[in-house]
């Protein structure tokens, strides 16, 4: 049988298989792109309505699409929620909560991977049953104990400051420590230990070893946990009201001025509205880190 022959006979197979790939790369398109628009759809929605005239609001035949363009609710809700004062208020709180909490979740992570002590399973489960537990089941005897807060029969109020949040981030109990907890230990447990074998070789003890060899490799697993943290953090409304309610967050002064002070009929879309405006810090900071958050992300053993 001739060269040509043998091709001849196997084109039909092989045109079939390059038929079957193509239907099969079409059918996750089709499906990809329906998820993406599932998951996008309310946010564009959101998006077209903020845009609408005050006309369009009491129009019934506009819906989705604003027949008149206008920021009107832009400005609107700008003004209620004091926005520059009230991002940077969430910005002070916000920041140092998050780097006490990569750096605790760091520690732990990473004590939790490479040492082996006595009830170590048993503690990394109480991590774990940490995020299942809604803060909501111990909220009372938190805001009790912070209102109450000392010992050796010295009390001081620490309601209304930011030192309740700080506090609980500093002793590895604030808001999704359990879960960077467990990002930072599946992350080291993924590093080999020849690492730390030569840096002891080298002289180097626990601390040196983590903070010259090990912590640096963690950079884009420092970078997710930080974001993680800080959008929780300023999207924040459960320890906002709880432990510092007097100061004017994003997220309070959606609760307190919208949700007060606005008309029943504009109070949907100023809402929405007011909400876009507290994740545009978000969106923009997921935009520059995004690469090194996916790889976070896929070497913290989550993925895979």
Known sequence: MTTANRLARFKPKLSLQTASKLLWSLVRAVIVFGLCFQILYPFI?????????????LDPTVSLYPREWDVYFWRYAF????????????????LPVSVIQMLVCTIAGYGFARFK???????????????????????????LY????GAFGVQINLIDTPLPSLILSLVGMGLKNGLYIYLMRQFFRGMPRELEEAAYIDGYGP????????LPSA???????????FSW?????????????????LSLAILRNITELVAADEFTILRNTAAILTLLPLLVIFIFAQRKLIEGIERSGIVG
């Not at 109480?126 to 805001?143: D, G, I, K, W």
């Not at 912070?146 to 807060?149: A, E, S």
């Not at 950079?219 to 943290?229: H, Q």
Request: zero cysteines; charged letters at 15%.
């Open 45 to 57: 929605v959101k998006i077209l309505q903020a845009f609408m005239s005050q006309r369009d609001l």
């Open 79 to 94: 003004d209620l929620m004091d926005y520059v004062g009230s991002a940077l208020n969430t910005l002070l709180v916000s």
């Open 117 to 143: 002590f006595r009830g170590r399973g048993l503690l990394f489960a109480l991590v774990l049953v940490s995020l299942l537990v809604p803060p909501a089941l111990y909220s009372t005897p938190l805001y």
């Open 146 to 149: 912070f209102r109450f807060f």
């Open 207 to 214: 601390f040196m070893t983590f903070w010259k060899v090990m």
């Open 219 to 229: 950079r884009n697993m420092l970078l997710t946990i930080f974001v993680l943290s």
């Open 233 to 249: 953090q300023w999207t924040d409304v459960f320890y906002s009201t709880l432990f510092n309610n007097k100061t004017k967050t």
